[in-house]
């Protein structure tokens, strides 16, 4: 379902909702407010409430413990004191960073679609990288989360807030602090945990024993985020006896609208193992998109052909300019197996190489030819930039050994990129398939094709399991981490705003007896944490809005 779509049905459900309560608040009023009562249930505008005392007796009995265990918590929670304090400033440093950091939005690429077991083009005026799909920008820099996951954010912020309240919660009845009770507030399609604690009790402790309950949530949140971390980063091991992972990739979903989907073994199909795309090998699924761009940096490479094959196979026309871009043409343009290729004299420039046959053949080749390309590339017997070995300091390989080195004629915004593949099932591990060949632009593969780098051992296995799992816990490392930045800020609402209101009356009650002056201090930090944090929520409200606009 779309997103939006999905927002809509939600806001339009609370709306029934809401309607529903206020009905049966005038109509049946003593059986619903005895209902509400028995389910801890509230009904507000866009706001949905429950409370639970249920938990309560557990909590104390888990509080009561004595020895080791209790001075052992005791100690994290202290621990967790000074996380939470060295958290302030970073977290402040992060609002700047995200008020005053200019972002440039590059506009989506035009592209040229293909391919499948022969080569086809068609042109695709809106092709859009899948980078610039709906997004939702956070308060962390540089980290933006798809619309299309907000099931991994609800999911991910319920456990988050429940790991922080719980911590609010054990450190309170360690402090012999009454809990009075356990609750969720869901806004919009948004879950949210809280925990109530006696007020009272809490402002009579001492300033440090208060500021271990307080902090006791941005701890549990750094806690978590960390053993998040070390899960997410033993995946390889732990998924070892179920995928391989670090050895390829595998296709898990394409568009139907894709110019690289296809059938009877033509084109890339779901379930299809991607070792290699041109020269660049795709081990991870970082190695997917680095490969992918670049195909569209530096030199174009280039293809190394026999002589033969050149003398039997050109088909080259009366070389002419495209009307449209001015493009140099050798071949039927009605033809859309057929490109153009250039000769690039590369090896002549390593003549120690090249024998004095050789060289004659080479004088004898155009220097345009016009050549099958999926003949071409499977003929050739390597890559090549045309870029003389004594002056490159880049790897073997970028020059022919044998052969000469044809480069393709395309425009600027396209790319010829080889998809090495092969395809597995529960009889046979690996199985080579036929090369996919591309033209066009890269932003049809990353916009169109979605991988995984769990890659099933056995047929039975989903690739889906694997990325669920990572991105779970991905979402979890970076929501739990962000929580406890965020509730370090001192601003209205936030932890952050009880740790330096604790601070400040305890730090400053020597120089300055006045309770109310003490207020004003503190009650002046944190309207500055809150304009720095609503003007950096402004920002990322904005920008998301305009990078979904444009």
């Known amino acids: 379902m779309d997103p939006w779509i999905f927002l809509c049905v939600i806001v339009v459900l609370y709306g029934v909702c809401f309607f529903i309560d206020r009905l049966f608040k005038s109509c049946m009023h003593y059986p619903y407010e005895i209902f509400l009562k028995n389910?801890?249930?509230?009904?507000?505008?866009?706001?949905?409430?429950?409370?639970t005392t249920a938990f309560n007796r557990?909590?104390?009995?888990?509080?009561?413990?004595?020895?080791?265990?209790?001075?052992?918590l005791t100690r994290t929670y202290t621990v967790g004191v000074l996380v939470a304090l060295s958290l302030l400033p970073i977290g402040i440093i992060l609002l700047f960073i995200t008020i005053f950091n200019e972002e440039n939005n590059s506009a989506p690429h035009n592209g040229i679609s293909p391919v499948g077991g022969g080569v086809n083009r068609e042109n695709s005026q809106n092709s859009v990288l899948i980078q610039n799909a709906p997004k939702v920008q956070i308060l962390l820099p540089g980290v933006n989360l798809p619309l299309e996951e907000v099931g991994y954010y609800a999911l991910t912020l319920l456990l988050c807030t429940m790991v922080h309240?719980?911590?609010?919660?054990?450190?309170?009845?360690?402090?012999?602090?009454?809990?009075?009770?356990?609750?969720?507030?869901?806004?919009?399609?948004?879950?949210?945990?809280?925990?109530?604690?006696s007020t009272e009790h809490l402002n009579a402790l001492k300033w440090f024993k208060k500021l271990r309950i307080i902090c006791a949530g941005i701890w549990h949140n750094f806690i978590f985020a960390c053993f998040c971390y070390i899960l997410l980063s033993t995946l390889t091991y732990a998924?070892?006896?179920?995928?391989?992972?670090?050895?390829?990739?595998?296709?898990?979903?394409?568009?139907?609208?894709?110019?690289?989907?296809?059938?009877?073994?033509?084109?890339l199909m779901v379930g299809d193992v991607v070792s290699q795309i041109n020269d660049c090998e795709v081990n991870t699924e970082s190695d997917w998109y680095e490969c992918l761009q670049r195909s569209i940096r530096g030199t174009r490479l280039g293809y190394c052909v026999s002589h033969d094959f050149i003398r039997y196979n050109d088909e080259s026309i009366e070389i002419s300019h495209h009307s449209a871009d001015g493009m140099l043409?050798?071949?039927?343009?009605?033809?859309?197996?057929?490109?153009?290729?250039?000769?690039?004299?590369?090896?002549?420039?390593?003549l120690e190489t090249v024998d004095l046959t050789d060289a004659a053949e080479h004088a004898q080749i155009p220097q345009h030819v016009c050549l099958d390309v999926r003949r071409t590339l499977e003929d050739s017997h390597g890559f090549c930039s045309g870029i003389n070995s004594k002056s490159s300091s880049s790897n073997e390989g970028n020059f022919c050994q044998s052969g000469f080195c044809l480069r393709p004629l395309l425009r600027n915004t396209t790319t010829i990129l080889t998809f090495k593949r092969t395809t597995r099932s529960a009889n046979s591990p690996s199985k080579k398939l036929r090369d996919v060949i591309y033209i066009g632009h890269p932003a049809d593969v990353s916009s169109t094709v979605r991988i995984s780098p769990f890659v099933?051992?056995?047929?039975?296995?989903?690739?889906?399991?694997?990325?669920?799992?990572?991105?779970?816990?991905?979402?979890?490392?970076?929501?739990?981490?962000?929580?406890?930045?965020?509730?370090?800020?001192?601003?209205?609402?936030?932890?952050g705003y009880h740790?330096?209101?604790?601070?400040?009356?305890?730090?400053?009650?020597?120089?300055?007896?006045?309770?109310?002056?003490?207020?004003?201090?503190?009650?002046?930090v944190a309207s500055t944490g809150t304009l720095l944090f609503g003007s950096a929520l402004l920002k990322v409200l904005w920008m998301s809005l305009m990078r979904y606009i444009y």
């Open 329 to 350: 043409q050798c071949c039927d343009e009605r033809n859309e197996k057929l490109c153009c290729f250039e000769s690039v004299s590369e090896s002549l420039n390593n």
């Open 58 to 72: 557990a909590m104390l009995r888990w509080g009561n413990n004595s020895g080791w265990m209790r001075v052992w």
């Open 239 to 267: 998924a070892a006896p179920f995928y391989t992972i670090d050895h390829g990739v595998v296709i898990t979903e394409m568009s139907r609208k894709s110019p690289l989907l296809g059938s009877s073994g033509k084109g």
């Open 39 to 51: 389910t801890g249930l509230t009904v507000q505008f866009m706001r949905i409430r429950w409370h």
């Open 499 to 524: 740790i330096t209101s604790t601070i400040v009356h305890s730090f400053l009650v020597q120089r300055i007896a006045e309770r109310p002056k003490r207020d004003f201090i503190a009650l002046l």
């Open 456 to 495: 099933p051992r056995q047929s039975y296995i989903s690739p889906q399991w694997g990325d669920t799992y990572a991105l779970f816990l991905k979402y979890n490392v970076i929501f739990s981490f962000g929580q406890a930045l965020l509730n370090a800020i001192p601003c209205f609402g936030l932890d």
């Open 165 to 197: 309240e719980f911590g609010h919660a054990i450190a309170a009845v360690q402090e012999d602090i009454p809990v009075i009770g356990f609750g969720l507030q869901l806004y919009l399609c948004l879950p949210f945990a809280y925990t109530e604690i």
